[in-house]
């Protein structure tokens, strides 16, 4: 069994002096960067004049075994009292991330409910703008319709003015009718009399009548040839017109 002396040893010094880093993820959008590092230990202090020295002091010899142990007990000591502690930090913070996330909640709250609030009374001031111009104009045209009501005229007064007019006109045709009956009833055998006197006529004089109709009938074809000689001038004018702008136009 190898045996070395009670001292100090290197690798409980490396173990302790060793720093080891861990992220630790504690809510969302928090992570907890912890830098576990154990503080070197002081150098010791001289002892005092009475304590022997190394050299008087009795040498005891120390299994390696128990010297690991110790080693390893005394590393699990700090890792656990390093672990409350970070537990306790952790605790810490979580209680001051909730204590902001509260006082943020109830910021928004506040915020909310005051625009809320705005948005009501600014409602019901609108409401009571239109409620009250709704109001007024219903009452400005009540008034407005019963002025036009009075100055209506009703069907029945024009009608009545309207019979009396024809009544009036209806009386002078009759006066007027009244004084010459005799022309309307004589009318009639007036115009039956001159026809037939006139045919009476006709008849009496058969010689004047065919001579009257020769003579119509000799204008009658002498007008036919006069306008048959003015279409045929024409005619030949329009055909020289046309010539003539041939002539031009080549």
Known sequence: ??????????????????????????????????TMARSPKQPATKPPPSRPTRASAPVRFIDEGDLEEDILDENQSAREAEESQFEGDISTILRDHQERQAKKASARSNTFQTQKKAIYAAARKNSKELSRAGTEYIENARARIMELRAQEVSPEKHFGDFEHLCTAQEASVDSLLSLYPSL??????????????ASQMLEANPARRKAALKRFSRNAR?????????????????????????????
Request: glycine share 4%; hydrophobic share 30%.
């Open 1 to 34: 069994m190898e045996t070395r002396l009670l001292g100090r040893d290197p690798r409980l010094d490396s173990v302790s002096s060793t720093t080891q880093r861990s992220e630790y993820i504690i809510g969302p959008g928090i992570t907890l960067l912890e």
């Open 222 to 250: 002498v007008r036919v040839e006069e306008v048959r000689e003015n279409e045929r001038t024409a005619t030949d004018a329009s055909a020289l017109i046309k010539h003539y702008k041939n002539l031009l136009c080549s």
């Open 184 to 197: 309307l009833d004589d009318l009639a055998s007036q115009r039956s009399d001159e026809i037939n006197a």
